[in-house]
């Protein structure tokens, strides 16, 4: 299904990619479909600076592969805006990449350090979701 398509099925929907690189994009989107990765964040100060839309409840968004291209579609089941201090290890460990909170926080910190915007009090638009539709591996064009 192409996104042209996907976005008259949800007309409300907003797209993005996970990770700010084509591996770690492919990397959480697997994890999504592994049923592994339940939750995301990012600094509520990217939303801002790029104009990008805020998670809402009950908005089923498009997860887009790092080409673009459809991956799946997703629902927001609920949004809190945390302290990346005060981030739960129960909201890490649903975002499926780390194995303990002590983890998340070096790997965020160093995401969030690429992107320019780390504090620890930085305010993060943490999400949970569930996946909706798996549009599959990323078809070749031909």
């Given at each position: 299904m192409t996104l042209e398509e996907l976005e008259k099925?949800?007309?409300d929907a907003a797209?993005?990619?996970f990770g700010d690189n084509e591996e770690l994009c492919k990397e959480l989107t697997a994890l999504v479909r592994a049923g592994r990765k339940t939750a995301t964040c990012e600094a509520l100060e990217i939303f801002f600076e790029t104009g990008a839309a805020l998670p809402e409840v009950g908005r089923k968004d498009i997860v887009l592969n790092w080409d673009d291209t459809p991956a799946l579609v997703i629902?927001?089941?609920q949004v809190d805006w945390v302290r990346f201090k005060d981030v739960s290890e129960e909201f890490a460990l649903a975002e499926g990449e780390d194995d303990s909170l002590t983890a998340w926080r070096e790997s965020h910190k160093r995401y969030f350090e690429r992107n320019g915007v780390f504090s620890n009090?930085?305010?993060l638009v943490c999400e949970r979701f569930r996946?909706?539709?798996?549009?599959g591996v990323k078809q070749t064009k031909a």
């Open positions: 099925l949800y007309p797209s993005f990619q629902e927001t089941k009090d930085m305010l996946v909706v539709r798996d549009l």
